[in-house]
């Protein structure tokens, strides 16, 4: 019996549901990515592929992982592949959060997997904006990506992103911007 790890489980929902390759090409994950909603007393987990309501995911999540060092800094993109829909994408991929500078933690301190609140532990390049797939569209990825930031990458992440949304592409802003992915997540979400 093959070995199941954090990492397979993640690049094979990955893969089952096409954000390998819609998204990006690969990953080799090295920490688990953790998402949470919260809305008065209800708590919506993010596990790879589950689907939650567009009314529970529009206050930004909470978000955990494991760091590797003190040291390093992450960034978080959230990013739609299905705009306007997965049938026809011609606004893939709508941008819907990205915040980089994220400090990293002491992996040997447990507190140091507490969630993250990215309103002040980061930089704001693109303020969130929770799922709002247009009517009929079908179900949308919505995609968390987590990436280490490389020892070039603070200069070209302190600057907001620009204002239109469609049309990102995540994995060329990540090799431009020197940024290891090494954490996912994702979920769908769908307009009735």
């Given at each position: 019996?093959?070995?199941?790890?954090?990492?397979?489980?993640?690049?094979?929902?990955?893969?089952?549901?096409?954000?390998?390759?819609?998204?990006?090409?690969?990953?080799?994950?090295?920490?688990?990515?953790?998402?949470?909603?919260?809305?008065?007393?209800?708590?919506?987990?993010?596990?790879?592929?589950?689907?939650?309501?567009?009314?529970?995911t529009q206050a930004a999540p909470e978000?955990?992982?494991?760091?590797?060092?003190?040291?390093?800094?992450?960034?978080?993109?959230?990013?739609?592949?299905?705009?306007?829909?997965?049938?026809?994408?011609?606004?893939?991929?709508?941008?819907?959060?990205?915040?980089?500078?994220?400090?990293?933690?002491?992996?040997?301190?447990?507190?140091?997997?507490?969630?993250?609140?990215?309103?002040?532990?980061?930089?704001?390049?693109?303020?969130?904006?929770?799922?709002?797939?247009?009517?009929?569209?079908?179900?949308?990825?919505?995609?968390?990506?987590?990436?280490?930031?490389?020892?070039?990458?603070?200069?070209?992440?302190?600057?907001?992103?620009?204002?239109?949304?469609?049309?990102?592409?995540?994995?060329?802003?990540?090799?431009?911007?020197?940024?290891?992915?090494?954490?996912?997540?994702?979920?769908?979400?769908?307009?009735?």
């Amino acid at each position: 019996m093959p070995l199941i790890t954090a990492t397979s489980a993640t690049e094979e929902a990955l893969k089952e549901h096409g954000v390998i390759p819609d998204v990006i090409d690969s990953i080799q994950a090295t920490t688990m990515l953790a998402v949470s909603y919260s809305k008065g007393n209800n708590i919506a987990e993010v596990a790879l592929g589950n689907t939650l309501s567009i009314e529970e995911t529009q206050a930004a999540p909470e978000i955990f992982f494991m760091a590797d060092s003190p040291d390093d800094k992450y960034t978080l993109i959230l990013t739609d592949p299905d705009a306007p829909s997965r049938k026809e994408p011609t606004n893939r991929e709508f941008r819907h959060w990205v915040v980089s500078n994220i400090p990293g933690g002491d992996p040997s301190d447990p507190q140091s997997f507490a969630p993250k609140n990215l309103s002040t532990q980061g930089t704001e390049l693109t303020a969130y904006m929770g799922p709002a797939p247009p009517s009929g569209s079908g179900p949308h990825r919505y995609v968390f990506l987590l990436y280490k930031q490389g020892s070039n990458a603070h200069a070209a992440l302190s600057t907001p992103l620009q204002a239109d949304r469609k049309k990102f592409n995540a994995q060329s802003f990540a090799g431009e911007a020197d940024l290891t992915l090494v954490g996912a997540n994702f979920f769908f979400a769908e307009s009735q």
